[in-house]
């Protein structure tokens, strides 16, 4: 099943490739920011592109193990 493994582990890439675009985000924004409070709102808006990131990865995982095991 060659056709659940290469999309899975496109997708798994691309989430990926976002968790490591929100950890370098999150650095920057603790080294900018000056209150707590900034810091905070600011990472709240950066929770939506972490959770999607986390779920593309995921998914692509679960398509990739369930093309190797069909």
Do not use: H
């Not at 493994?5 to 989430?15: I, M």
């Not at 603790?30 to 779920?55: F, H, M, T, V």
């Amino acid at each position: 099943m060659v056709w659940f493994v290469y999309p899975g582990l496109l997708l798994c890439t691309l989430g990926l490739g976002g968790i490591a675009i929100c950890i370098v985000l999150v650095l920057q924004t603790r080294q900018r920011a000056c209150s707590d409070r900034e810091i905070r709102q600011k990472l709240q808006k950066l929770l939506p592109l972490n959770y999607g990131s986390l779920l593309c990865a995921v998914l692509g995982l679960c398509f990739v193990v369930i093309g190797l095991i069909l």
